[in-house]
């Protein structure tokens, strides 16, 4: 018998979406509870670290999103086909982490001066070099992240690409095709493509 | 067979040294390339995304330092017993990822009025709230901060808290024993002590 999960997050996609992606393909139940803003400070204090996502495995409160993440995909067949792919699939989850911290300070930035600097030097250098390399990726491996099939890795980059899509428009992935792509076949499996059809809209 | 190894890195412990520990404590051979600041903006350009470690395995070069640790051991015996365990693991390393990244920007801080100020709330909020929950999770946990038996999240915490003493001074454990208590234990595996006692002596 499954075990009863119990997802905690805000009501956003943000740090929980693969999660939601990973159930949804894998056709397993969930509460996914979404913490208004008022409630937070109080359930704060309940959450291991003070943080969410939190996914509740009967009753134990796990943190961590990429840790939670990478169980799941163990359990439900969807971390490559050996150790070596469950490697890659850390390696490129985490290294597209990196790009999101970038991504992070840039939309943190106060002062409008630096903003702007740090905005000319994502667009020229940071988001083209990471872009370039997992498009290059992509196309030598039949349009999957990793191995042959799909993984939680191609969730956590369909679900990063229709971020980006959001903050730098949809001309963005232009002239990355095979990105594109991923995120297409992605939205397009029929679980996820229900799950996004009857997830509450959110800006972020 | 055992793969032919090489870990490059700097000449530093940094995100290495755990890596390190796992290959001294499985006393699995490897080379220890440390490439000097000269070499580097050469090496760079050679990197899968540009940054270090990486650790060659057969001539395939695998970045990001925790998908390597975590592969490393699972190939020796260093993630847990089960998948529960190995999640655990996941979990802790993560969230002490999360207060490195915090101390990282406190360090990087040019503008000593807000260096104080971050250096203030670290030492009076951050750091406390997250070395007291570990400090609860090893006493509840038999000293191990996974299951009952080491783990590669027990190197993560053994490096980490020697980088924590070296930047606030050797007392500044000392509200938490247990936490000492697993760094001592770790240094004194025989295997790692060895390893230790040969090391290049580096700042960081």
Same mark, same amino acid.
């Given at each position: 018998?499954?075990p009863h999960y119990k997802?905690?997050?805000?009501?956003?996609?943000?740090?929980?979406?693969?999660? @939601?992606?990973?159930?949804?393909?894998?056709?397993? &139940?969930?509460?996914?509870? %979404?913490?208004? $803003? #008022?409630?937070? *400070?109080?359930?704060?204090?309940?959450?291991?670290?003070?943080?969410?996502?939190?996914?509740e495995i009967d009753g134990?409160?796990?943190?961590?999103?990429?840790?939670?993440?990478?169980?799941?995909?163990?359990?439900?067949?969807?971390?490559?086909?050996?150790?070596?792919?469950?490697?890659?699939?850390?390696?490129?989850?985490?290294?597209?982490?990196?790009?999101?911290?970038?991504?992070?300070?840039? @939309?943190?930035?106060?002062?409008?001066?630096?903003? &702007?600097?740090?905005?000319? %030097?994502?667009? $020229? #250098?940071?988001? *083209?070099?990471?872009?370039?390399?997992?498009?290059?990726?992509?196309?030598?491996?039949?349009?999957?992240?990793?191995?042959?099939?799909?993984?939680?890795?191609?969730?956590?980059?369909?679900?990063?690409?229709?971020?980006?899509?959001?903050?730098?428009?949809?001309?963005?992935?232009?002239?990355?095709?095979?990105?594109?792509?991923?995120?297409?076949?992605?939205?397009?499996?029929?679980?996820?493509?229900?799950?996004?059809?009857?997830?509450?809209?959110? &800006?972020?």
């Open positions: 018998m499954s997802l905690i997050y805000f009501n956003a996609r943000g740090r929980a979406e693969h999660i @939601r992606f990973i159930f949804a393909y894998a056709g397993v &139940e969930y509460e996914d509870e %979404r913490i208004s $803003r #008022e409630k937070w *400070p109080e359930v704060k204090k309940r959450m291991p670290f003070g943080m969410l996502p939190v996914l134990k409160a796990v943190a961590q999103s990429n840790a939670v993440a990478r169980y799941l995909a163990r359990q439900y067949g969807l971390a490559g086909r050996n150790e070596w792919e469950a490697l890659q699939c850390d390696v490129l989850v985490d290294t597209l982490g990196d790009l999101k911290q970038v991504l992070a300070q840039f @939309r943190m930035e106060q002062d409008p001066i630096k903003k &702007e600097e740090k905005k000319a %030097r994502l667009m $020229r #250098e940071t988001i *083209p070099f990471y872009l370039s390399k997992f498009e290059k990726m992509l196309s030598e491996n039949n349009g999957f992240s990793v191995g042959s099939d799909i993984t939680w890795c191609d969730f956590v980059f369909a679900v990063s690409l229709e971020n980006f899509e959001h903050i730098f428009g949809k001309a963005a992935l232009d002239q990355y095709p095979a990105l594109k792509a991923l995120k297409i076949k992605v939205y397009n499996i029929p679980s996820i493509s229900a799950w996004v059809g009857k997830r509450p809209t959110t &800006e972020s």
